[in-house]
Structure formats: C-alpha cells, structure tokens
C-alpha cells in the first residue's frame, strides 16, 4: 500500500510539465487538462508494467503522446466511416437517389442484425477496429493479446461475410 501513495505522489509532481506539452498538442486549456487527467488513470491502470521508476518521466510523457494520438485518429476518423451520415452526399451522386438510399438503409439494417448475431467479443473487436482504432489499442484496452483481438476481428469479417453474401454485387 506505501507503494502506491509514492507512485501517486511522484506522478504528480510531473503535472505541470505534462499539462504544457498537452497544450502545445491541443492549444486547448480543458482538452489539456483532460489530456493529463487520462494520461495519469492509464498511468495507475498500468503501473505494474513499469519496469524501473528511473524512468516514469518518460513513460508519462510516452502515455500523454500516445492518449493524444488516439483520440487525434479517433476524430480524424469518426465522419470518413458513417454510412448513415453519407447517404445525402450518395443520393445526390446518384441518378435515381430514392432507390440508393432504400438500399443503403437495408444494407446498414442488415450489418446491424448481422453484427448482433456474431459472438458479442468478436462483434466489439470488430467494431472497434472499424472506427478506427488499431490492434494494439483494442488490446491494451481489454487487457488481451493482440493475437486474440486479430482472431476476433478474422472471425467477425468470416461471419459477416457469411451473413451478408446476398449483398454482393
């Protein structure tokens, strides 16, 4: 238990530093502070994969850069893969846009029951990994292999597939 109040205390000393390099990523007060908050609940999350404490500056500032990265791809990617979003820009495209859009809500209606009828794990997995997220990220996350996450994420594609066969074109 005396460990973990030194653990506390010795990253929090590191706040200050933290806080200017998350603002100089974000150029936002709050997403900073936010950005910091994170870093230190991954921080005692994942203490016990620090192997010196020679270091914790360090790994801090590692964990700062890769939480900033995350949620950087997450946004970049959160409107590219929307198929709801994108069906006005598809209609407009399209010559005949009533019939484009009926099929691409029974497509959407189809993944979605789809998805529901494929393991919960490998259905998260894959969903995870269509937003945007990588391997590594869904891992770390649900505290597994990347191997596992691989597999679920083959599995999910293999089932879906499957389901989903009469869509083709």
């Not at 679920?152 to 009469?166: C, D, G, N, S, T």
């Amino acid at each position: 238990m005396e460990r973990q109040v030194d653990f506390k205390d010795e990253i929090y000393c590191f706040r200050k530093v933290l806080t200017e390099r998350a603002f100089a990523y974000t150029h936002d007060d709050d997403v900073a502070n936010d950005l910091v908050q994170e870093t230190f609940i991954k921080a005692f999350r994942f203490a016990g994969r620090l192997k010196t404490e020679n270091n914790l500056r360090g790994w801090l500032f590692t964990i700062l850069k890769n939480t900033f990265l995350n949620h950087y791809h997450r946004e970049k990617n959160k409107g590219a893969i929307s198929l709801e979003d994108n069906l006005d820009a598809i209609n407009a495209e399209a010559p005949n846009g009533a019939e484009n859009t009926d099929r691409a809500k029974f497509l959407l209606d189809d993944i979605n029951k789809a998805l529901n009828l494929i393991p919960a794990q490998s259905a998260y997995c894959f969903k995870k990994h269509f937003e945007g997220y990588k391997y590594e990220e869904i891992a770390q996350e649900l505290g597994i292999p990347i191997g596992t996450v691989k597999t679920r994420i083959f599995v999910a594609r293999e089932m879906l597939k499957k389901m989903l066969h009469m869509h083709r074109s």
